[in-house]
């Protein structure tokens, strides 16, 4: 019996753009949630705790005074690392998506590709900046609240600082996900070859631990920011455990947050890449398509799978390791 | 050799650039400008003020948005601080007591008490609340009230103990370090039902 071959369809190259469509669905669905039922706005505060409250509670003892500095000093650090892996980022997207288009026709000029990534960075960065305005009317909400009643105090810009290392962190996430889409792209699809899909799964790795990472370290970042308001508050106060409270539920619904978007990025792109590969096994050894990928080393073992899954993740795992290392710390210097 | 057509592609792609550049330059401006919580948009201490301090004009400036600047500073005036606020650090309508407090307060000094169960109401007193302190004297059987005290902080007083910070009339100063020296101390608020709201 024959299988008759039919064309591809056009819509198929909807499918090159899932790395940017789920990932846009994620960021958009939680932005829904947060203003129905989490947005604070000076005529409906919803913060748990005023204003008052905890310049009320901010404490003068030594200790705490320490502890500020201390509390600086890391968020200075982290900001600095944060800053660079949000470079690193749109420099890796850059490459992967250099790597894995076509060379364009001779006639047309060498350096259209380098154009076609200046394009897709500067409109990440259009969007990041819209969504960091849009977001900056949000004053009221309880992180806003005790970063400007304590840090805000003496560092009156730390909103503003927030509000540009947060989009420059979104257009490193966006180019990486384009840098995914890229990485499925293909003119034709019967041009595809085994080297050619090698070339694009290895392409794809780069994006999985390099956008992990930097939203690993915006977790951080986020977790020393707001570690550095609560430390203007005791621990051992009342106020001080409540804030402590709200900044792990904070810092773990951002990780969760980052999470589902590494994996919006990442997982759509690796499943279709997969499917390729297992398509080509087919036509290549139709008795034995296993046999083949064996042979050419495109099977995945769990040792191969572990260090995706770790990376996935990773900005989950962040908030409470940075919280483990910071008590492990403590016990070090007593 | 490049067709007429194609080069009209690259061209149309680096305007887009351009396009998306200038795009970006423009927003980065308005985020750095326009961004809500700037600094330079809100109400700061033009010096340092102490808490229970009835704000004027003259210690207040705005920082940014000067068509916003008396409407905002208004809000704020003739009114106590609750908390202390150093120089150039933001003053928001959270952090000042209710203008019908503003006799309350007027001849106020801040005493603080150690925090305990009872002071504390089981941790559930706030900043800006009004309640009442009775303290009955170790042995004794007679108490003494205190009646519409603001809370004004609860705050660590060392490392080991929390202490509550109260407004009381300047007049009562001595009765009450008489009535809480060595003496047991009960807070209480009252429960403001629905009924009695509405009256």
């Known amino acids: 019996m024959s299988i008759e071959e039919t064309p591809p369809s056009k819509w198929r190259r909807i499918t090159y753009l899932l790395p940017l469509i789920v990932p846009g669905l994620v960021f958009v669905t939680f932005f829904v949630f947060y203003s129905q039922f989490l947005f604070c706005s000076p005529n409906d505060p919803c913060t748990p705790l005023t204003a008052a409250e905890i310049l009320s509670g901010t404490s003068n003892l030594d200790q705490t005074r320490v502890a500020t500095y201390v509390a600086r000093a890391s968020w200075a650090l982290i900001s600095g690392v944060h800053l660079l892996a949000c470079l690193a980022a749109i420099v890796t997207a850059g490459l992967v998506i250099y790597q894995a288009l076509p060379e364009p026709e001779p006639e047309y000029p060498k350096n259209l590709k380098w154009l076609l990534i200046l394009i897709v960075v500067a409109a990440a960065a259009d969007i990041s900046l819209l969504v960091a305005i849009w977001v900056s009317t949000d004053v009221s909400s309880p992180a806003q609240t005790l970063l400007r009643t304590t840090v805000g105090q003496m560092v009156p810009s730390i909103n503003r600082y927030n509000r540009l290392a947060d989009a420059l962190s979104l257009t490193g996430t966006l180019s990486l996900a384009v840098a995914a889409c890229a990485t499925l792209w293909q003119r034709d699809a019967a041009e595809e070859n085994e080297t050619e899909l090698v070339k694009r799964v290895n392409l794809l790795r780069p994006v999985l631990y390099v956008s992990a990472a930097t939203l690993a370290i915006a977790v951080l970042k986020l977790s020393a920011t707001l570690g550095w308001a609560a430390s203007y508050l005791s621990p051992d106060s009342e106020i001080g455990k409540s804030v402590v409270i709200l900044v792990r539920g904070i810092v773990a619904s951002m990780g969760t947050f980052y999470t589902l978007l590494v994996a919006g990025v990442y997982v759509p792109a690796a499943l279709l890449l997969r499917a390729r590969i297992r398509k080509l096994a087919k036509s290549q050894k139709p008795d034995d398509p296993d046999g083949w990928l064996a042979s050419h080393g495109l099977t995945l073992s769990f040792p191969q799978y572990l260090p995706r899954v770790i990376a996935l993740l990773g900005p989950l795992l962040a908030g409470p390791l940075a919280e483990l290392l910071s008590k492990a710390a403590l016990a070090f210097t007593g | ?199």
């Not at chain 2, 057509?5 to 980065?28: F, P, T, W």
């Not at chain 2, 700037?38 to 033009?46: C, F, I, L, N, Q």
């Not at chain 2, 009114?79 to 309350?104: D, I, N």
């Not at chain 2, 003496?183 to 039902?193: F, H, K, N």
Request: charged content about 20%; overall charge positive; aromatic content about 2%.
């Open chain 2, 1 to 199: 050799m490049a067709t007429p057509e194609k080069n009209r592609s690259v061209k149309r792609a680096a305007i887009l650039l351009g396009v998306l550049v200038a795009l970006g330059g423009v927003l980065l401006w308005w985020l750095l400008t326009r961004d809500p919580t700037d600094p330079r948009s809100r109400v700061v201490a033009k010096r340092d003020l102490p808490a229970l301090r009835l704000l004027t004009n003259a210690d207040l400036e705005m920082r940014g948005s000067p068509e916003l600047s008396n409407s905002a500073i208004e809000e704020l005036t003739n009114r106590h601080l609750l908390v202390g606020v150093k120089q150039g650090g933001e003053v928001t309508r959270e952090m000042v007591a209710p203008s019908e407090s503003k006799q309350l307060l007027a001849d106020a000094i801040a005493v603080a008490i150690p925090m305990s169960a009872t002071t504390s109401l089981a941790g559930q007193l706030h900043a800006g609340d009004m309640v009442d302190l009775v303290t009955v004297p170790k042995g004794g059987t007679q108490a003494k009230t205190f009646e519409n005290l603001m809370v004004l902080s609860i705050a660590p007083a060392n490392k080991d103990a929390n202490a509550i910070t109260l407004a009381i009339p300047r007049t009562q100063r001595d009765d009450f370090a008489l009535a809480v020296t060595g003496g047991e101390l009960v807070l209480t608020r009252r429960i403001i039902v629905a009924n009695q709201q509405s009256k």
